[in-house]
């Protein structure tokens, strides 16, 4: 063989392993968008996560959820800080799969932004790790005792006593979350507009009355994590020394990344009850 015609096929040959190792990083897809993030929710779990990467990762999220992942205690933006590490990978699949509406964060979870799978699995260790807020957002306490029957009546079973989720069957830790966001949550849940919802738990809070969603959220919202999962009052992201926080405190809006779609509208507040 020549020389140049070995160079030639040396360099066919180095671009097939290029793209072979580029798609490697492409989520899998299929069918419907519950099939995509399914496929790729099964792809992120046989990964090992790299949390100095994820840290990086983080970066993107910061804008919107915080360096400390506590979102808005307006329930803008919830807090992801301290959810479980499997929860994460499947809102992730699932929004980016278009299989959960999220306009706002979707043109930051798309592959040529977030990455792929390992990016995935790096950016879900990383925010699991990062220790909860203390003072999130609570309801008005007007009907605790009516919100702890009905929690314990219809929610105990999958997401636990103490509001912990459960990592296996990737059901969401709900203790602590800004209750302005368990309340669209749950709305959009019982209205059919979150398409990842859970049919059982549609049915089981079909028969809610606008009462006993709020005391049930309210009592919800202040369901503590445990100790060992809270921050201090005040704590800041020691990973993030060079963020510039806004004086107001409103997360601003990040640069769109070119190309992808229109700029959303901001998330609205939801109405308080
Ligand atoms: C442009 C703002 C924005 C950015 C950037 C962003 N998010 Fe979000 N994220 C949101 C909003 C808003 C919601 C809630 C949407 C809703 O109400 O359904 C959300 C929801 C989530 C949820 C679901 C939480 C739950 O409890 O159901 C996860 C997990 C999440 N984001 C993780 C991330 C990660 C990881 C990144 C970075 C790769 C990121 N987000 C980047 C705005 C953003
Ligand atoms: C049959 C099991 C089941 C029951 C019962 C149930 N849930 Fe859920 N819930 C789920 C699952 C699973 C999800 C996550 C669905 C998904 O996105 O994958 C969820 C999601 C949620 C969310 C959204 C969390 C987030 O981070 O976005 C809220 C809020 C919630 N449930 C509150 C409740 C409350 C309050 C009750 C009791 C009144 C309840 N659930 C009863 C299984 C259940």
């Known amino acids: 063989m020549s020389r140049s015609?070995?160079?030639?096929?040396?360099?066919?040959?180095?671009?097939?392993?290029?793209?072979?190792?580029?798609y490697a990083?492409?989520?899998?897809s299929a069918g419907t968008p519950a099939e995509t993030a399914r496929l790729e929710y099964e792809q992120v779990m046989t990964l090992t996560p790299d949390l100095e990467n994820g840290r990086r990762v983080y970066l993107t999220c910061a804008v919107c959820h915080r360096p400390e992942g506590w979102g808005a205690p307006d329930g803008t933006y919830p807090q992801?800080?301290?959810?479980?590490?499997?929860?994460i990978i499947k809102q992730l699949a699932d929004i980016r799969a278009r299989n959960r509406d999220n306009p706002l964060m979707y043109p930051f979870s798309v592959p040529r932004i977030l990455g792929g799978p390992q990016n995935?699995?790096?950016?879900?260790?990383?925010?699991?790790q990062l220790p909860m807020t203390p003072e999130n957002g609570v309801g008005p306490g007007m009907d605790l005792p009516l919100g702890k029957?009905?929690?314990?009546?219809?929610?105990?079973?999958?997401?636990?006593e103490n509001g912990e989720g459960n990592e296996d069957e990737h059901i969401p830790a709900i203790a602590g979350q800004?209750?302005?966001?368990?309340?669209?949550?749950?709305d959009a849940i019982r209205m059919g507009r979150r398409k990842n919802s859970d049919p059982k738990m549609v049915k089981q809070i079909d028969s809610f009355t606008p009462l006993q969603q709020a005391a049930v959220l309210d009592y919800t919202s202040r369901l503590r994590p445990p100790e060992s999962k809270l921050a201090e009052t005040g704590w800041v992201n020691p990973d993030f020394p060079a963020y510039v926080?806004?004086?107001m405190g409103v997360p601003p809006m990040p640069p769109m990344p070119a190309g992808l779609m229109e700029p959303p509208a901001y998330p609205s507040v939801p109405p308080a009850r």
Do not use: N, W
């Open 80 to 87: 992801i800080a301290g959810q479980l590490r499997t929860v």
């Open 5 to 22: 015609a070995f160079a030639i096929g040396l360099s066919i040959a180095l671009s097939g392993l290029v793209s072979t190792a580029l």
């Open 149 to 160: 029957e009905v929690y314990v009546e219809h929610c105990t079973k999958c997401h636990g």
């Open 245 to 247: 926080r806004d004086p």
């Open 178 to 186: 800004h209750y302005l966001y368990l309340m669209r949550q749950f």
């Open 25 to 28: 990083q492409e989520p899998a």
């Open 120 to 128: 995935v699995a790096d950016v879900a260790a990383y925010v699991a």
